[in-house]
């Protein structure tokens, strides 16, 4: 196993764009979308805890129905945690804006949420953003470090990384 230099955008026929959608910051990023060329296979661990967030229900089941993923929206200042049915209708539409924009069906797209709890999510925010960074869409590095950048809350610096193996 070799590091190499990237994260997300580091294997061939991935791409990374990123957003100011408004979430919860105002004048930064908080939105990231990653796809894949083809769809790929994916696995999940998820929590055992009794109270599930609604973005892990939803990622559950798109696990769960064995399909393929091949993209995975990301916004960061609320969490969609603790949100109930609404939030669980909040995965769902984000992942219909993913198909209507970029013809990839939603029980291919993964959705994650990170930040404040107990807040409900601005839908209309999520699929307007998803339409702005289909339209961005780079297999660059940079593409993929802005992402990464953008889904940060509380860290104070962006995690990415990409080995090579055999």
């Known amino acids: ?27 930064r990023k908080d939105m990231a979308m990653i796809t894949s060329q ?3 296979r994916a696995a999940g661990v998820f929590t055992k805890n009794v109270v599930k967030a609604a973005p892990v229900l939803w990622d559950k089941k798109v696990i769960a129905g064995k399909g393929p993923v091949q993209a995975v929206v990301v916004n960061s200042g609320i969490a969609n945690a603790c949100t109930g049915e ?6 769902e539409q984000t992942a ?14 993964l959705v994650c949420s990170t930040g404040v709890i107990g807040m409900q999510m601005p839908v209309e925010k999520l699929t307007a953003g998803v339409e702005k960074m289909a339209a961005g869409l780079e297999a660059s590095l940079e593409a993929g470090k802005q ?5 940060m809350t509380t860290d104070t610096f962006s995690k990415e990384a990409a080995v090579e193996v055999e």
């Open 147 to 151: 992402a990464a950048a953008a889904i």
């Open 86 to 91: 609404p939030g669980f209708l909040c995965c």
């Open 38 to 40: 083809v769809p790929c």
């Open 1 to 27: 196993m070799e590091i190499i230099e990237g994260g997300v955008t580091a294997a061939q026929g991935f791409f990374a764009s990123s957003t100011q959608a408004g979430i919860k910051y105002k004048d």
């Open 96 to 109: 219909r804006a993913v198909e209507r924009v970029l013809a990839i069906p939603a029980e291919n797209v």
